[in-house]
């Protein structure tokens, strides 16, 4: 099993709502990653953990809030975002960090998220 | 600042045909490269990468060459075919660093 399973694939949301993005993987990953992409734009990267422990929070508002309850499972938890928040959003996993060979990502197909 | 730049945001090619894909990057820190495929409505899938100790790295069909000196790499793609059409993101890091930095994607297109 080499995929990245994300859920829901497509989300609508309102500036008052708590919704919670879910993304699965089991290829024994130790590292999980938040990307989130604009239209034409390149993938951003949001969060990393490693070994269930936050690792990079890339100065994300906190109206994002991520969770890896264990080592298959990683949450991305979103709270009053605004429209600018509209996004891709992508989850991603890799061998390890501290490597450049644990670099080669497995994404998800991602869920498109829309703020109203 | 974008310290990874792929100025061709779309590049159509014939069957058969070599493509040629371009990125530069700004930061001399960076030392390990990535190329990857991205269809639509999937996420990006890793295709290629090569390390600053090389300046080649040969796969199938899939060539990506490095020139450290010019800040720039490119991915060849010989002989294209029409199941090559997809966004391809240059991607960087350094080897111990735990960031991967994209570029903006270039569109391929290859006709049949």
């Known amino acids: 099993d080499t995929e990245v399973t994300q859920t829901p694939k497509h989300l609508v949301m309102g500036m008052t709502n708590k919704k919670s993005l879910k993304c699965e993987q089991h290829?024994?990953?130790?590292?999980m990653y938040w990307y989130k992409q604009k239209a034409k734009k390149p993938p951003e990267l949001m969060f990393v953990y490693s070994y269930e422990k936050l690792s990079i929070n890339e100065s994300v508002p906190s109206r994002f809030s991520p969770e890896c309850p264990n080592s298959s499972l990683l949450n991305l938890h979103l709270h009053a975002l605004q429209p600018e928040d509209s996004a891709l959003y992508l989850c991603?996993?890799?061998?390890?960090?501290?490597?450049?060979?644990?670099?080669?990502?497995?994404f998800g197909s991602g869920t498109q998220l829309s703020v109203l | 600042d974008q310290q990874v730049k792929q100025n061709s945001p779309s590049l159509s090619v014939q069957e058969g045909r070599i493509s040629i894909l371009n990125c530069d990057y700004t930061n001399s820190m960076f030392d390990y490269f990535l190329w990857y495929k991205k269809y639509p409505a999937e996420g990006p899938t890793f295709l290629i990468s090569?390390?600053?100790?090389?300046d080649k790295n040969e796969d199938g069909r899939f060539t990506v060459f490095l020139n450290k000196s010019a800040k720039h790499l490119s991915l060849h793609i010989v002989p294209s075919q029409p199941g090559d059409s997809a966004v391809y993101f240059c991607?960087?890091?350094?080897?111990?660093?735990?960031?991967?930095?994209f570029g903006a994607g270039t569109i391929l297109r290859v006709k049949s």
């Open positions: 991603a996993s890799s061998q390890d960090l501290g490597s450049a060979a644990n670099e080669k990502l497995f």
């Open positions: 090569i390390s600053s100790i090389k």
């Open positions: 991607a960087a890091t350094m080897e111990y660093g735990n960031k991967l930095v």
């Open positions: 290829m024994g990953h130790r590292a």
